[in-house]
C-alpha cells in the first residue's frame, strides 16, 4: 500500500497544483519498486504496450519503438527504457498511481516507467501536462525552471528537446522522493546510476480534442439532426447579410447540444476512456450467469479488480429513484440507485470479499453489475 507522507494536499492544491513545482522528500518512506528493469523489458515485448528506447552517444540521440525482440542493441551509450501505461498490466504499479488519487480518477492518464543507465535522460524539454515523478531505486538529478519561450530543438524526428534553461530546482532524489512539474515547466533529469523513474501523468484535453469527439458521438448516436428555422425570418437590405439575432440563433442550436443531459453522459464517458491496451487478443472466456456469480459471493469468494480499471461518474443531485450510472472506459454501468453507495465503495476496492452474505436487495443488484463487471473483463473471481 502506498501513502504520500510529508505532504498535505490542501496546501498542494491551493498553492502547487498546475502553479509551481514541489519537491517531496521522502514522500514515500522506505519506498519499494512495483516491479523492476527485468520486469519492464518484459513489457517492452508486448505490442500492445507502447514503449521506447532513447538514447545519447557523444550528443547524438536515437530514439528506437518497441516492441522490441532485442532491446539490447539499442541500449547504446546513455539509455532509458521508457514504457506508457505500466498500471494497466503491474497491479502494484496501479497501486502506486492510487496513491495520487487526491486528484480525481477522470483526470489521471497513467503510469510511464523508465529505466535508465548513467548519464540518460530525454534530454531538457516540456510537456503539456502535469506529472509527478516517483524516484524508485538508484538517484537521478532533477533540474525544473519556470515556464518561458524557449528554443525547440530536435535532435531526432521523435524528440522534442529545448535550449537550455534556468533551474529554479536542482536536487538529487532518492528513492521514494516525489518531484511535481506543472504543465509547460521545463525539466531535465539526468540519472546518476542505474535509476527507475514512475511518471504520474494528468493529460487535459484540449477544446479542440472535445468537440471533435463530441461531434463523433453526435454522429454515431444520431442526435441533434434538427435544422436551423426561421419562420419569422425579417427583411434586410444586403441580401449578404447575417443578423445578428440569427447568429444569436445558430449560437442558441449550439447551446442546445452543449446544455443536453446526452452531452453530460457523453463528457462522462470521454472521459472514461482511457486508450486502453488492446485486449482483443485474450482469450475470450466463459461468461458467468448471475447465479453462479451470487453464489460465489456467498460464498464469501472474493474478486479482483483488473490492473489500470478506474471508475467514474458525475456527482449526484437529488434526482429522486433514477438509476446510478458509471463509466468505465467508455462504458456505461447502471445500478439502482439504492445500491448506489455499496458500489461506489466496491469500485475503490482492489480485491473485494464479502465475507458475509451481502443485505438484500443490494446483494441482488450488486451480483447483477458483478457479473456485468465480470463478463466485461473487468472484475475476476480469486
Ligand atoms: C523519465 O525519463 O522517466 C521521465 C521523462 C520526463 O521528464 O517526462
Ligand atoms: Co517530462
Redesign the pocket.
Known amino acids: 500500500m502506498y501513502q504520500i507522507k510529508n505532504f498535505d494536499v490542501n496546501i498542494f492544491l491551493s498553492d502547487y497544483w498546475q502553479k509551481k513545482p514541489l519537491l517531496i522528500k521522502q514522500g514515500f518512506a522506505h519506498f519499494k519498486d512495483p516491479l523492476d528493469e527485468n520486469e519492464l523489458a518484459g513489457l517492452a515485448l508486448e505490442s500492445t504496450i507502447d514503449s521506447r528506447v532513447i538514447s545519447h552517444t557523444n550528443k547524438k540521440w536515437q530514439v528506437n519503438h518497441g516492441p522490441f525482440d532485442d532491446i539490447n542493441k539499442h541500449c547504446k551509450g546513455a539509455w532509458?527504457l521508457?514504457v506508457q501505461a505500466v498500471d494497466q498490466s503491474v497491479p502494484e504499479a496501479d497501486e502506486l498511481i492510487r496513491a495520487f488519487s487526491f486528484i480525481p480518477h477522470w483526470r489521471m492518464t497513467d503510469l510511464?516507467v523508465?529505466f535508465?543507465n548513467k548519464g540518460a535522460?530525454?534530454g531538457p524539454?516540456i510537456?503539456q501536462y502535469d506529472?509527478f515523478?516517483v524516484q524508485g531505486k538508484g538517484s537521478r538529478r532533477w533540474q525544473v525552471g519556470l515556464p518561458g519561450n524557449y528554443e525547440n530543438k530536435i535532435p531526432h524526428p521523435d524528440l522534442k528537446q529545448i535550449s537550455e534553461f534556468v533551474p529554479l530546482i536542482d536536487e538529487i532524489l532518492e528513492p521514494g522522493d516525489i518531484i511535481y512539474?506543472p504543465p509547460h515547466h521545463p525539466?531535465?533529469?539526468v540519472a546518476l546510476d542505474y535509476c527507475m523513474?514512475y511518471?504520474v501523468g494528468f493529460r487535459a484535453p484540449s477544446g479542440q480534442e472535445m468537440l471533435s469527439a463530441l461531434s463523433d458521438f453526435t454522429i454515431e448516436q444520431n442526435l441533434f439532426t434538427q435544422r436551423y428555422l426561421d419562420s419569422k425570418i425579417v427583411p434586410r437590405k444586403h441580401p449578404g447579410e447575417i443578423k445578428q439575432q440569427e447568429l444569436n440563433q445558430f449560437k442558441k442550436m449550439l447551446h442546445e447540444v452543449i446544455d443536453s443531459t446526452e452531452c453530460n453522459q457523453w463528457l462522462a464517458t470521454y472521459l472514461s476512456e482511457n486508450d486502453r491496451l488492446n485486449k482483443n487478443d485474450e482469450e475470450p472466456f466463459e461468461e458467468y450467469s448471475v447465479d453462479e456469480i451470487t453464489q460465489l459471493l456467498n460464498s464469501g469468494h472474493g474478486f479482483i479488480r483488473e490492473p489500470g480499471i478506474k471508475a467514474i461518474f458525475i456527482e449526484r443531485q437529488d434526482t429522486g429513484n433514477s438509476d446510478f450510472i458509471f463509466y468505465i472506459e467508455g462504458q456505461a454501468f447502471t445500478t439502482p440507485t439504492s445500491s448506489a453507495e455499496f458500489v461506489q465503495n466496491f469500485l475503490n476496492c482492489a480485491v473485494f470479499s464479502s465475507q458475509n452474505v451481502l443485505p438484500q436487495p443490494i446483494c441482488m443488484f450488486f451480483a447483477q453489475t458483478l457479473t456485468t463487471l465480470v463478463n466485461s473483463g473487468y472484475w475476476f473471481p480469486e
Open positions: 532509458s521508457l510511464m523508465s535508465s535522460g530525454v524539454h510537456d506529472v515523478i512539474i525539466h531535465n533529469g523513474n511518471s
